[in-house]
């Protein structure tokens, strides 16, 4: 049977469009143009392009420059099944069924959800794990360089003391390089210590000064010898960095990892880890320390102690243990504000490391 679509003709060399008219007959189209034949062919030479709302569709014509556009969209259907496209057919009523366009919105929003909450975190600890050494040894001397120059000072630690601490620490992990084991004065940075991506370990002086015991440097140690192991600073960067890495993956643009990690050493230096990833490194120090004798405790007092001078510092000196937390949020130099989102959930920490006693 016979039937007839109205529509329109560019030919594709100029920008005129002239009417036309297509008729359908017997597996064959006869094209029109401005009331003439223009062209006949079969339904194996022609391309129908996919339904799209209500917007005009195009034919093309094999070995044929031009197309002819239409928006009888009934008698396009009718085409369109002629030529085996039911498919595109069964596509377009799912897009146009409010059921099926409310249920693609929450899987997609889901699929989204799932990307952020499951695949971003494996996702980086797989990459963190097979980024090159080099790659790993560049970022963290761009790190050192920037802290030496804008934060740290020279430590004022005897040769003799950092011995001590080397030879301790060596004791407590034998198969950590320990030539990667730095000290300096803290300066801005105050009481802190933190690993870089290439494993060297900064302890400050203040932190030492703190410590009423080498094995509480020990169970700092043990700490960032956790982040060191799961390659925490390496994940939270990737991780904070989702949507670059995404679209890295996608272009193939796979050096912009490497950009990314030179170009951020103030970031390694700012970490604020997350609950997971210092939860990890707690309990890699508490076992490092149960298997070679010493009391978790002296984790928790560590803590404790970090805690309690970060607080002081922030109220320009506390004289007890039980400064207010009024004075404490009124303080004008934010440093314990600053100090608790780079060490975040010190209380919960605590906590847990004493219920591990």
């Known amino acids: 049977m016979q039937y007839i679509i109205q529509g329109k003709w560019q030919d594709g060399a100029t920008s005129a469009v002239s009417p036309a008219e297509l008729r359908c007959l017997d597996g064959r189209v006869y094209l029109s143009v401005a009331g003439r034949e223009f062209l006949r062919a079969p339904h194996s030479q022609l391309t129908l392009s996919p339904k799209l ?20 969209h009934e008698q396009l259907d009718r085409l369109s099944r002629d030529l085996g496209g039911g498919g595109y057919a069964f596509i377009h009523r799912l897009e146009n069924h409010l059921g099926m366009v409310v249920l693609a919105t929450v899987v997609v929003a889901a699929l989204i959800w799932g ?25 963290a001397q761009e790190t050192l360089t920037f802290l030496e120059e804008f934060q740290f000072e020279e430590t004022a630690l005897s040769a003799e003391r950092q011995q001590e601490i080397r030879d301790s620490f060596h004791d407590f992990a034998p198969q950590y390089p320990i030539e990667k084991l730095r000290f300096y004065g803290g300066g801005s940075q105050g009481a802190n210590a933190f690993a870089l991506p290439d494993g060297t370990i900064i302890f400050t002086d203040e932190i030492i000064a703190l410590a009423d015991t080498d094995e509480e440097l020990l169970a700092v140690f043990g700490h960032e010898l956790g982040h060191v192991a799961h390659r925490h600073s390496l994940r939270h960067v990737i ?15 796979v050096s912009a990892l490497g950009d990314l990690l030179l170009t951020a050493p103030v970031v390694f230096t700012q970490l604020s880890y997350s609950r997971q990833f210092e939860l990890e490194s707690d309990d890699y120090a508490v076992q490092m320390l149960r298997d070679r004798g010493h009391s978790p405790q002296a984790l928790a007092d560590m803590l404790t102690k970090l805690y309690q001078s970060k607080r002081c510092e922030a109220v320009n000196g506390c004289d007890t243990d039980d400064e207010s937390a009024a004075d404490v949020e009124s303080a004008g130099d934010g ?23």
Not at 56 to 66: D, N, V
Not at 130 to 135: H, I, K, N, T
Not at 335 to 357: A, G, K, M, Q, V
């Open 53 to 72: 709302g209500r917007t005009p569709r195009y034919l093309h014509f094999a070995e044929q420059p031009g197309q002819f556009e239409s928006d009888d």
């Open 115 to 139: 990307y952020f909450t499951w695949g971003v975190p494996v996702g980086s600890k797989v990459l963190a794990e097979r980024l090159p050494a080099d790659l790993l040894d560049r970022s």
């Open 239 to 253: 991780q904070g960095s989702a949507i670059s890495l995404t679209l890295a993956l996608i272009t193939g643009e």
């Open 335 to 357: 440093e314990w504000l600053h100090y608790l989102s780079t060490h975040p959930h010190l209380e919960e920490r605590i906590s847990l490391t004493r219920d591990r006693e």
